[in-house]
């Protein structure tokens, strides 16, 4: 099997690496005209797949087969040295710039940037990418390191084994590239699929990547394609700077394409880019991006890419800067920082002859440092945090969140949490409901109630409302309350509570009947508002009383009280200004409140006694365990002011049923 003449080295791809390294550097400086730079990750992963694949085939061609120790061993000499370095750096410096309950929280990243499991990790977190909660993150970009580590881990052995299941056959090739191609289709419908419901598990996932690094496969399994296009070179160069206008133009202006087909073009456009100056290696766009500098600023680039978001939350977190200095800041730090790593560590090691024998002894070793360094080394550097002045326990109030009830559609009666003689309650909605669960466990004791939970993180209670990130296990969760539960239980009364959809300071986008509605939108106001009347007309309907929980004074993800309780030198410092006016979705849900069979519940003041200034500690306890979501205790704390309120407005009675 021959992939076409794959030891010709090309200096125009390293010079597109240059290229989308700074369009990431870029978009996280929050350069507004680079809005979309992050598009450079997906450049990168159509390069590696291509040259990577290229590696491999010279080595079927050659052996045969491929030399598996000899790839991993070189795989672990070319990006371990610098990407340990970092990672120890980080944590050193992470330390000292970010509060304690920072560090506290980063300890599970920095095990899974280690183990190149990032991209799972922050899925399981439910982390945005593309929301303000990264910035203080300064290992988020370890995401794609750890996919492109999964495909180095992968792609051998199925190329491997694909080359031993084809070889037999009449033009192996093309059964291979088939199969490739179909693989490759598979994971761009998959990542289509999520990300109508979950564009957080579609821009993570490695399965959900895998069609950019095997686009980049099929092109070096397809030589042809780069043998036709020479045939044509004025065409082949008309091509390349097409591709090359396109990159700038879906890096920059283009609208109206979440980051998922945002991606499926640009991995055509990339790859369009690599066939293109492949034909015509000294053309105008071959010869710009194979210039000295690009060229170098290429080779240098993972150590940029590695450098480029430590130094920015750095920057950030101590400076107040505008983006372009942040970016001019980002641009020189990373880069010399990357230059210095070149020529000290890594080439050293990635052309160290010694290393290159002992490749067992070099994959053995790589392996350790990874788990030692996941699993001892970061721990312990970021232990070292000290806490602040304040005598509350932080790191309680930080794990404070009440257990979900093992609730299941095979198993309803976990659904019940309390069982007593009058009425029956359903609390239902997203982890803002969860944190209601102590609250409403011991009003149900008190009140001999019953009550039962339906809440999953991320999953707001209309049946046809969904966040960006709320997923697949969101909509499983919904059919089951909306189609099972609710029916099986016939609770009296349903309390619905969910995050703060429209508070400016947790700027959200939904998913609606109507589509994608951005929040501050005339569109995003009037579609949750008809959803969620829609959901109240069908309880009342139904005859149920519902009780709806209007959201809490939020803070800002930049000014979490729980992370400056961890490090200041006392509560005050701790306060933060949240939003008194009502918003659109509580003005609705108020106009809905009948006092008969629907109530409107206002805790703010609960949670903000002087609002707007919102203390982080009321009548000594710690109030919530980050900007969003009060504690365990203090949810605990507000049963017997919540009660009151259900007892005056007629929702339950003045002395509990049943005494």
């Known amino acids: 099997m021959s992939g076409g003449n794959t030891a010709t080295y090309r200096p125009f791809l390293d010079g597109l690496r240059a290229v989308a390294v700074y369009l990431v550097v870029l978009y996280h400086s929050r350069l507004g005209v680079f809005r979309h730079g992050f598009i450079g990750v997906d450049i990168f992963f159509v390069l590696s797949g291509y040259l990577v694949t290229q590696l491999l085939l010279r080595d079927l061609a050659a052996n045969g087969a491929i030399r598996l120790r000899r790839f991993y061993a070189r795989r672990y000499r070319r990006l371990l040295p610098a990407s340990f370095v970092v990672l120890i750096t980080t944590a050193v410096v992470f330390t000292v710039i970010a509060t304690a309950a920072e560090v506290a929280e980063a300890t599970d990243a920095f095990r899974a940037a280690f183990l190149y499991v990032a991209n799972w990790y922050f899925i399981q977190q439910a982390a945005d990418y593309f929301a303000a909660d990264i910035d203080r993150n300064p290992l988020t970009h370890f995401w794609s390191l750890?996919?492109?580590?999964?495909?180095?881990?992968?792609?051998?052995?199925?190329?491997?084994?694909?080359?031993?299941?084809?070889?037999?056959?009449?033009?192996?090739?093309?059964?291979?590239?088939?199969?490739?191609?179909?693989?490759?289709?598979?994971?761009?419908?998959?990542?289509?699929?999520?990300?109508?419901?979950?564009?957080?598990?579609?821009?993570?996932?490695?399965?959900?990547?895998?069609?950019?690094?095997?686009?980049?496969?099929?092109?070096?399994?397809?030589?042809?394609?780069?043998?036709?296009?020479?045939?044509?070179?004025?065409?082949?160069?008309?091509?390349?700077?097409?591709?090359?206008?396109?990159?700038?133009?879906?890096?920059?202006?283009?609208?109206?394409?979440?980051?998922?087909?945002?991606?499926?073009?640009?991995?055509?456009?990339?790859?369009?880019?690599?066939?293109?100056?492949?034909?015509?290696?000294?053309?105008?766009?071959?010869?710009?991006?194979?210039?000295?500098?690009?060229?170098?600023?290429?080779?240098?680039?993972?150590?940029?890419?590695?450098?480029?978001?430590?130094v920015i939350v750095l920057v950030t977190t101590k400076f107040t800067l505008a983006p372009p200095a942040v970016s001019g800041v980002a641009v020189i730090a990373s880069t010399g920082l990357a230059a210095i790593s070149f020529h000290l560590l890594e080439q050293p090691v990635r052309l160290s002859p010694t290393l290159d024998r002992h490749r067992s002894g070099v994959i053995a070793a790589g392996l350790a440092l990874s788990i030692v360094g996941g699993l001892v080394l970061a721990p312990s550097i970021l232990a070292r945090k000290p806490s602040g002045a304040t005598p509350l326990d932080w790191r309680t109030a930080q794990r404070d969140n009440p257990p979900l009830p093992d609730c299941r559609p095979d198993a309803t009666a976990g659904c019940t949490v309390v069982v007593g003689s009058g009425k029956h309650m359903l609390l239902m909605g997203d982890s803002n409901a969860r944190?209601?669960?102590?609250?409403?466990?011991?009003?149900?004791?008190?009140?001999?109630?019953?009550?039962?939970?339906?809440?999953?993180?991320?999953?707001?209670?209309?049946?046809?409302?969904?966040?960006?990130?709320?997923?697949?296990?969101?909509?499983?969760?919904?059919?089951?309350?909306?189609?099972?539960?609710?029916?099986?239980?016939?609770?009296?009364?349903?309390?619905?509570?969910?995050?703060?959809?429209?508070?400016?300071?947790?700027?959200?986008?939904?998913?609606?009947?109507?589509?994608?509605?951005?929040?501050?939108?005339?569109?995003?106001?009037?579609?949750?508002?008809?959803?969620?009347?829609?959901?109240?007309?069908?309880?009342?309907?139904?005859?149920?009383?519902?009780?709806?929980?209007?959201?809490?004074?939020?803070?800002?993800?930049?000014?979490?009280?729980?992370?400056?309780?961890?490090?200041?030198?006392?509560?005050?410092?701790?306060?933060?200004?949240?939003?008194?006016?009502?918003?659109?979705?509580?003005?609705?849900?108020?106009?809905?409140?009948?006092?008969?069979?629907?109530?409107?519940?206002?805790?703010?003041?609960?949670?903000?006694?002087?609002?707007?200034?919102?203390?982080?500690?009321?009548?000594?306890?710690?109030?919530?365990?980050?900007?969003?979501?009060i504690t365990g205790t203090f949810s605990a704390h507000l049963a017997e002011a919540i009660m009151a309120r259900l007892i005056h407005d007629g929702v339950l009675p003045a002395a509990p049923q049943g005494g």
């Open 146 to 310: 750890a996919v492109e580590e999964q495909f180095y881990l992968a792609w051998p052995l199925l190329l491997g084994g694909l080359y031993g299941l084809t070889r037999r056959m009449q033009r192996p090739l093309r059964w291979l590239r088939g199969i490739i191609a179909l693989a490759g289709l598979a994971s761009m419908a998959l990542a289509l699929q999520w990300a109508s419901t979950n564009l957080t598990r579609a821009y993570y996932g490695t399965d959900t990547r895998a069609y950019e690094l095997l686009a980049g496969a099929f092109l070096a399994l397809t030589p042809s394609l780069v043998t036709r296009a020479a045939a044509r070179p004025r065409a082949a160069q008309v091509l390349a700077v097409v591709g090359l206008v396109a990159v700038a133009v879906l890096a920059t202006a283009v609208g109206g394409l979440d980051p998922i087909e945002r991606g499926v073009v640009i991995t055509a456009v990339t790859s369009l880019l690599i066939v293109a100056m492949g034909a015509v290696p000294d053309g105008l766009v071959s010869g710009l991006l194979a210039g000295r500098g690009a060229v170098y600023l290429g080779k240098i680039s993972y150590g940029t890419y590695l450098w480029h978001w430590p």
């Open 435 to 629: 944190m209601y669960i102590p609250a409403f466990t011991e009003i149900a004791r008190r009140q001999d109630l019953t009550l039962s939970v339906a809440a999953a993180p991320l999953c707001p209670w209309p049946p046809d409302v969904f966040f960006l990130i709320s997923g697949e296990p969101c909509r499983l969760a919904k059919e089951f309350w909306y189609a099972q539960l609710i029916t099986e239980l016939d609770p009296d009364v349903i309390v619905l509570a969910q995050r703060p959809m429209d508070d400016p300071a947790n700027p959200v986008d939904l998913f609606t009947p109507e589509g994608r509605v951005a929040q501050g939108t005339s569109a995003f106001d009037t579609s949750l508002a008809a959803a969620s009347g829609r959901t109240i007309d069908r309880f009342v309907a139904e005859g149920r009383q519902v009780v709806i929980i209007e959201p809490i004074p939020i803070a800002r993800k930049d000014n979490d009280p729980l992370l400056c309780l961890s490090s200041a030198a006392n509560n005050a410092a701790c306060e933060y200004q949240a939003n008194a006016a009502p918003t659109p979705i509580e003005t609705f849900f108020r106009r809905r409140a009948n006092g008969r069979d629907v109530f409107s519940l206002d805790v703010d003041r609960l949670v903000c006694p002087q609002l707007p200034t919102c203390p982080p500690v009321v009548d000594g306890l710690i109030v919530k365990r980050d900007s969003n979501h």
